[in-house]
């Protein structure tokens, strides 16, 4: 996931390592939580995936049941615009989105916690 601004895109996960975004942690736990239902059902797909579409169509056993089955398994499971190919990589990009959004949260409590001291400071010297 990228966001883009200045002429350029930049990785998500590069902006909030930087600090440069904060998710209010409400939000950004029912975000993170969507996530985690998309990828929870990923992992469904591909377990069904490698359960049944991968598995060997019954074509009997004869050379040209063999060449098909094997061509078959070879698209559901091995090439590169494979269902399991392309579920496997979306469903990287939605951990390491997950993963930025905890970040993203972390980010926030931590600035609230820096001001909160700062405040606490200004408020300590200012009432005495």
């Given at each position: ?28 736990e ?29 074509l ?24 399991v ?6 469903r990287t990009?939605l ?23 700062e ?10």
């Amino acid at each position: 996931m990228y966001i883009v601004g200045d002429n350029d895109a930049v990785p998500l996960k590069d902006t909030v390592s930087s600090g440069q975004v904060q998710l209010d942690p409400d939000a950004g736990e029912e975000l993170r939580k969507q996530f985690q239902a998309q990828i929870d059902q990923v992992d469904s797909w591909l377990e069904r995936a490698n359960n049944s579409i991968a598995r060997p169509a019954p074509l009997g056993a004869n050379p040209v049941g063999d060449k098909m089955r094997d061509k078959f398994t070879h698209r559901a499971e091995g090439e590169q615009y494979s269902f399991v190919s392309v579920m496997t990589a979306y469903r990287t990009v939605l951990e390491q989105t997950k993963n930025s959004i905890v970040e993203a949260i972390e980010n926030f409590t931590r600035l609230d916690e820096e001001q909160q001291t700062e405040l606490k400071k200004h408020m300590g010297t200012t009432g005495a």
